[in-house]
């Protein structure tokens, strides 16, 4: 078997408890991983002086698959976010996001299977702020042709070659005429190469209320930076939470898997923190390198651990630690093999 050479960040609050269990669980499956354990964010910045030391940019360019626990970026002031920065440094356009409930824990949406398909390099996020005086900023939203067309394709040709039956894009064109627009406009545009899929278009207040009233009603979303980030922790509610959010940022060279949720700094170190969202990014990654065997039989074994009910993290009403789930999925995997 051949080893896969995988770059691991450790990350910050409870990143290095969760991509801890996560490593630990994917190399449980067989496959030969040679993981190289990097850090960058608050925690290195603490300890070292540097945000993101060189050995991070070097074992990304070296093995273009990276599992990333969340990085803290401060609120208001300080750096600007790393998550942010590696995104756009790799040109990681694509942020796709499924919201998809676990077979055997009790939601009130057990047939939704949405996926987010969220720009991941402009909108808003560019960060460009300008001071007019004390009291007067200014944010700018990049749009382009070029990053639009890319993720919209994107989510349409997943939607193809899913048998999936709609596009939803959403947006707010009716204010943003020109920015907004121009998604939207593309989205028109790349729609009528795929005659199988159905477009329809939300303004995002709306969809917000849709989303909480019929979620099931949607298929797979596309959108602009900002509201796929919201949009996505929105719809992580309907399945249990932040905890079993998983998440990919792909580009045309180098992927990087990382849940939904961030640091959480307000449970970190105590060792109750759900690793699931980081284990199913893991499983999305086995994925994407083809190793789909193995990503079934990560998230087979979730399944039944978590039907069990006696093995649930504090997030989902138990009190199992983080380090006793990780070794109960572990041996679960272990029976299943
Ligand atoms: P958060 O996602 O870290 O936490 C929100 C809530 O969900 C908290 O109550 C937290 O305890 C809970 N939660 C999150 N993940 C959990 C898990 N695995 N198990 C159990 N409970 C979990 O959001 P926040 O508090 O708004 O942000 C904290 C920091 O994380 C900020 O600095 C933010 O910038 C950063 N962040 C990073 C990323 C990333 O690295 N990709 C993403 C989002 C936020």
Known sequence: MKTINITLIKGDGIGPEVSDSAMKVINATGLKINWDIVNAGKDTFDKTGCLVPDDVFKSIEKNKIVLKAPITTPVASGFRSINVMLRKKYNLFSNIRPILPIDSLNTNYKKLDIVIFRENTEGLYIGDEEKIDENTFIAKKLVTRCASEKIISRAFEFAKENNRKKVTVVHKANILKETDGLFLKIAKEISKEFPSVILEDRIIDNMCMQLVMNPIQFDVIVTMNLYGDILSDL???????????????????????????????????????????????????????????????????????????????????????????????????????
């Open 235 to 337: 719809c992580s509610g309907f399945i249990g939470g932040l905890g079993l959010a998983p998440g990919a940022n792909i580009g045309d060279d180098i992927a990087i898997f990382e849940a939904v949720h961030g640091s959480a700094p307000d449970i970190a170190g105590k060792n109750i923190a759900n690793p699931s969202a980081l284990i199913l990014s893991g499983a999305m990654m086995l994925d994407y390198l083809d190793k789909h065997k193995e990503a079934n039989l990560i998230r087979k074994s979730l399944n039944n651990i978590l039907k069990e009910k006696t093995c649930l993290t504090r997030d989902l009403g138990g009190n199992t630690s983080t380090t006793d789930f990780t070794n109960n999925l572990i041996y679960e995997i272990e029976k299943q093999k």
